[in-house]
Antibody, heavy 121, light 107 residues
Framework: EVQLLESGGGFVQPGGSLRLSCAAS????????MSWVRQAPGKGLEWVSA????????YYADSVKGRFTISRDNSKNMLYLQMNSLRAEDTAVYYC??????????????WGQGTLVTVSS | EIVLTQSPDFQSVTPKEKVTITCRAS??????LHWYQQRPDQSPKLLIK???QSISGVPSRFSGSGSGTDFTLTINSLEAEDAATYYC?????????FGPGTKVDIK
């Protein structure tokens, strides 16, 4: 059974940093691209970042480019999102999601339960 | 960036009624359009992939159609458990984008 478990969310002041983690199990982690998707309170879904299965390529939404860094440790089946220079508009539930294939251009077939990040002074 | 628009924004439906949700892309995306269901306080769940392909475990009352720029999600014979927000999502080109969502409420 595929499981994705996010952690690391919390309360942070504007300009601060936070590192999210996603523990994956139930599939061959290194064979699949992974994404982070966020959802601001009461709002819709926003794709944030994606990384290939090997970790060799990454993509970011313009809204987080230069501030967020996605990474993965295939030996530990872990996905990460390092978030720096956080802004109030980054407040959201952050979901870790598995792409259906090794490439990005595929649907997100499994999602974690999400972790809430609140940026406020 | 490819913009996805959905209609309607909200729909209140009686059980067993048919629901149709449309998603329009700002440029052609072939069949790289997927549908998700998000029930209140839950994570999104993949319902339909590549416009019309079914997903194992998803009830057969959910179906999708379309290609290019116009897509449709149909729920035949709505059940109470289908109360949720439905999102379309394109994986044709980066940055990937989602539609704004359609909330389906049960009367």
């Amino acid at each position: 059974e595929v499981q994705l478990l996010e952690s690391g969310g919390g309360f942070v002041q504007p300009g601060g940093s936070l590192r999210l983690s996603c523990a994956a199990s139930g599939f061959t982690f290194s064979s699949y691209a992974m994404s982070w998707v966020r959802q601001a309170p009461g709002k819709g879904l926003e794709w944030v970042s994606a990384m290939s299965g090997s970790g060799g390529s990454t993509y970011y939404a313009d809204s987080v480019k230069g501030r967020f860094t996605i990474s993965r440790d295939n030996s530990k089946n872990m996905l990460y999102l390092q978030m720096n220079s956080l802004r109030a508009e980054d407040t959201a539930v952050y979901y870790c999601a598995k792409q259906q294939s090794s490439g990005y251009y595929s649907p997100l077939d499994y999602w974690g339960q999400g972790t809430l990040v609140t940026v406020s002074s | 960036e490819i913009v996805l628009t959905q209609s309607p924004d909200f729909q209140s439906v009686t059980p067993k009624e048919k629901v149709t949700i449309t998603c329009r892309a700002s440029q052609s995306i072939g069949s790289s359009l997927h549908w998700y269901q998000q029930r209140p306080d839950q994570s999104p769940k993949l319902l339909i992939k590549y416009a019309s392909q079914s997903i194992s475990g998803v009830p057969s009352r959910f179906s999708g159609s379309g290609s290019g720029t116009d897509f449709t999600l149909t729920i035949n014979s709505l059940e109470a458990e289908d109360a949720a927000t439905y999102y379309c999502h394109q994986s044709s080109s980066l940055p990937f984008t989602f539609g704004p969502g359609t909330k389906v409420d049960i009367k």
